[in-house]
């Protein structure tokens, strides 16, 4: 079992920035493939960045340039950088662990960015 908790959610103006924190518990953390997902009212959850215990990362495509996902093994936490933010980026961010069958979820932070 993994527990996720989000923090850094919040309101901001477009073009500015905001860093959001994963802390996981209860399992090794640097074995599983870590993931930020997004979900706007009305619509589905989508990948938006993704890093694999290896530290390869990939992302969105509506984020690239803008996002940066990163790890700290030590202290059990990932991280979502993002930059030069957009209205459209409003949504909830979930963090996610992954390994082979095993996918957990955490309760979301709410991102907000007004024009």
């Known amino acids: 079992q993994v527990q996720l908790v989000e923090s850094g959610g919040g309101l901001v103006q477009a073009g500015g920035s905001l860093r959001l924190s994963c802390a996981a518990s209860g399992s090794i953390f640097s074995i599983y493939t870590m993931g930020w997902y997004r979900q706007a009212p009305g619509k589905q959850r989508d990948m938006v960045a993704v890093i694999t215990s290896g530290g390869s990362t990939s992302y969105a495509d509506s984020v690239k340039g803008r996002f940066t996902i990163s790890r700290d093994n030590a202290k059990n936490t990932v991280y979502l950088q993002m930059n030069s933010l957009k209205p459209e980026d409003t949504a909830v961010y979930y963090c996610?662990?992954?390994?082979?069958?095993?996918?957990?979820w955490g309760q979301g932070t709410q991102v907000t960015v007004s024009s």
């Open positions: 996610n662990a992954e390994r082979f069958f095993n996918n957990y």
